[in-house]
């Protein structure tokens, strides 16, 4: 039998709630990194009323050390079943992702949601079942427990997966205003009723949606290159969800990762400095007012071609191709869309604050905005005594210092920036060195 988009989405959806975890039901959400400052969480009860939240959900939240005004927020948001859940418990403690943040004087806060692993997704995932209020909620109580009461008004920055994307394209949809942009990789809401669907209601899309930079990121495997898949129902969703936006002029694109399926991938190193360069345009002053990017001379793509040009120059139908940008964005999206491998010519920030103690090191370390942080090399007087990790885990993509889960979160227990010398000098004039390495192979300075 053949199924739609809006049934495949949410068989999809189904699938993720059943299939996904490596978790047994019965295993706690309270095992998580600690929460002390500049880290701040609240948790909340599920509810059984009508319309409310009906799973606990906790919301652990990173405030750049000395910021004084938060400009915005930047969401991480996991998806479905009880694996992705837990994921999302590690999501504010991201090396890479607090670069993004801090860049822009901004927060970064993940959500978990306490979802069972046979229960169902649109619970949390569709924010009208009461995440939207719960993350309201947080916004003002952590503003009060972290001292920044400007949280609970500033704009957010979106990202989320499978059915973490369906959560952030509702956000947009409910509150355009307040979205500086919107990551969705394989996952996106519904924007039309369809009568074969009977558990996934539709968003209605005002028109101020359309001023919202939107990226629909999905694996080539999700039904694009694979047409029958596990998770072949995203890319038909994905495709209509951006017609219908981009046919009206919406600023939205499509990225198609062509190594990956319902895994995250290498997207990253196109995600954050998208997001990076919407934050660069939408963020304006103190008042919270975002900037209009409608008249700003913005690239094109054909995501099939894999081809690029400036809005200006773009010799097709404007409304069928991919919104991006900038052209440095465009130049990365093509590299993402050919192979993933998205370069970089910057160096990471030198480690800080080293402190050795009879042969114990420990240091502190900043990721590298566009290609995170893979290694540190330990020396001793001038010859390589160590690398940290030896070898960084993630099997979807590049490897990371702090490892890398299906959901694009840190694994538990989260990685220290600590090493002790097996054979130390009693020496006083034993020197270390500390180097950062980002996923490109490049070097801090010494």
């Not at 939240?53 to 991480?76: E, S």
């Not at 409910?174 to 009723?193: D, F, K, T």
């Not at 773009?314 to 465009?330: N, R, V």
Request: charged share 20%; net charge neutral; aromatic share 8%.
């Amino acid at each position: 039998m053949m199924l739609n988009a809006s049934r495949r989405l949410l068989l999809t959806l189904l699938f993720l709630t059943t299939t996904q975890s490596g978790f047994a039901q019965t295993a706690p959400y309270d095992v998580f990194p600690e929460a002390l400052p500049p880290y701040y969480r609240v948790r909340y009860e599920a509810s059984t009323k009508t319309g409310e939240l009906a799973f606990a959900v906790n919301y652990t939240i990173w405030i750049p050390p000395g910021v004084k005004q938060l400009r915005g927020v930047v969401v991480h948001q996991h998806g479905c079943g009880e694996g992705s859940c837990k994921s999302g418990l590690t999501g504010a403690f991201d090396l890479h992702w607090q670069a993004l943040a801090a860049k822009h004087d901004c927060a970064l806060l993940a959500p978990a949601y306490e979802q069972p692993q046979a229960a169902e997704c649109q619970l949390w995932c569709d924010p009208r079942n009461g995440s939207a209020a719960a993350f309201l909620k947080c916004l003002e109580d952590l503003g009060k427990a972290s001292a920044h009461p400007e949280l609970s008004t500033v704009p957010w920055a979106l990202w989320g997966h499978s059915g973490g994307g369906h959560w952030v394209g509702g956000m947009v949809m409910l509150y355009p205003e307040r979205v500086i942009a919107a990551w969705l990789r394989s996952g996106v809401p519904l924007l039309a009723e369809d009568p074969s669907q009977n558990r996934i209601r539709a968003h209605q899309m005002p028109e101020t949606a359309l001023a919202v930079p939107m990226i629909c990121n999905l694996g080539t495997k999700e039904g694009y290159s694979v047409k029958e898949a596990n998770f072949a129902g995203v890319w038909p969703a994905n495709e209509k969800f951006f017609r219908a936006i981009r046919s009206k002029g919406g600023l939205i694109g499509i990225a198609i990762d062509p190594k990956s399926s319902h895994d995250c991938g290498n997207q990253r190193y196109l995600a954050i400095p998208w997001l990076d360069t919407c934050m660069s345009l939408r963020l304006g002053d103190a008042s919270g007012k975002l900037r209009s990017l409608a008249a700003h001379p913005a690239w094109l793509a054909d995501y099939a071609k894999i081809e690029i040009e400036s809005a200006e120059k773009w010799p097709g139908d404007k409304l069928e191709a991919s919104w991006l940008p900038t052209e440095s964005i465009a130049q990365a999206w093509k590299q993402y869309s050919t192979d993933t491998e998205i370069q970089d010519t910057t160096p990471p920030p030198v480690p800080i604050d080293l402190v050795v103690r009879d042969g114990s090191l420990s240091w502190s370390a900043r990721a590298d905005l566009e290609s995170g942080l893979a290694k540190f090399l330990v020396y001793r007087d001038g010859q390589l005594i160590a690398t940290i990790p030896e070898k960084g885990q993630n099997p979807h993509g590049r490897p990371l210092f702090q490892g890398l889960s299906y959901s694009d979160t840190p694994l538990q227990p989260l990685a220290k920036m600590t090493f002790t010398d097996p054979q130390p000098s009693n020496g006083s004039k034993t020197k270390y060195t500390v180097v950062s390495v980002n996923t490109v192979g490049l070097e801090s300075p010494r």
